[in-house]
């Protein structure tokens, strides 16, 4: 059964902190690997990832894609407590389309 | 990127009764998306919309319990009918308009069942 696995599921640091975020998949006809970030009720998008080994960067958020060994890391560089979110990992493969069950961040100051 | 005005924000309901949830978005497009979050759940796809032929359902969802319009390329409506408890969610629209920007969704609907 085709799923995306997301860990941690939940995650405590500090402001300053640095934290990766895991996101794996195992699916046929893989298109590409979508990160989000909800905070309230709407996600908002973050990166779109479609080739491995190529970092996609914004601010302080960076992400990569290995389509090798079907994961992907969201990684965040000096926390800050606006980034206290649910981080969803999504893939799309042929015509589906399918989110990981998510991870909490909460960001302390 | 896509602007989505989505419609009621919230809304308390009593079991049994139906509620229609609108979503407007300021391009056309040719597929919409609806999904619904439980609480504590990620996104779970309900049904694709398409302009012109019956939407799509995904499994666990049949047409009965969520009617959807599309009439137009800016314009869906879900209704989730004779709601039970269980319904209470946050339902989204979404819509893919540009290649390589994801999903843009809108600002959600928190339906509570009493």
């Known amino acids: 059964e085709d799923k995306v696995v997301q860990s941690p599921l939940s995650l405590v640091v500090h402001e300053g902190d640095t934290v990766t975020l895991n996101c794996s998949y195992e699916?046929?006809?893989?298109?590409?690997l979508l990160w989000y970030k909800q905070e309230k009720k709407a996600p908002t998008f973050l990166f779109m990832l479609?080739?491995?080994?190529i970092e996609k960067k914004s601010g302080r958020l960076s992400s990569i894609l290995d389509k090798k060994e079907l994961f992907s890391i969201l990684n965040i560089t000096a926390t800050q407590t606006g980034d206290s979110a649910v981080y969803l990992c999504?893939?799309?493969?042929?015509?589906?389309?399918?989110f990981g069950p998510g991870t909490r961040l909460s960001v302390l100051p | 990127s896509a602007v989505i005005s989505q419609k009621p924000s919230r809304d308390i309901c009593q079991r049994g009764t139906s509620l229609t949830i609108q979503c407007q978005v300021d391009?056309?497009?040719?597929?919409m998306f609806w999904y619904r979050q439980q609480p504590g759940q990620s996104l779970t796809l309900i049904a694709t919309?398409?302009?012109?032929?019956?939407?799509?359902?995904e499994s666990g969802f049949v047409i009965d319990k969520f009617p959807i319009s599309r009439p137009n390329l800016t314009f869906s409506t879900l209704t989730v009918s004779n709601m039970s408890p269980e319904d209470s969610s946050i339902y989204l629209c979404?819509?893919?308009?540009?290649?390589?920007?994801?999903?843009?969704f809108g600002s959600g609907t928190r339906l509570t069942v009493v």
């Open positions: 479609t080739s491995s080994g």
């Open positions: 391009s056309q497009v040719t597929m």
């Open positions: 919309a398409n302009q012109g032929s019956e939407a799509t359902y």
């Open positions: 699916v046929t006809n893989f298109r590409s």
């Open positions: 979404s819509v893919v308009v540009l290649v390589g920007y994801g999903y843009t």
């Open positions: 999504a893939v799309e493969y042929g015509q589906n389309f399918v």
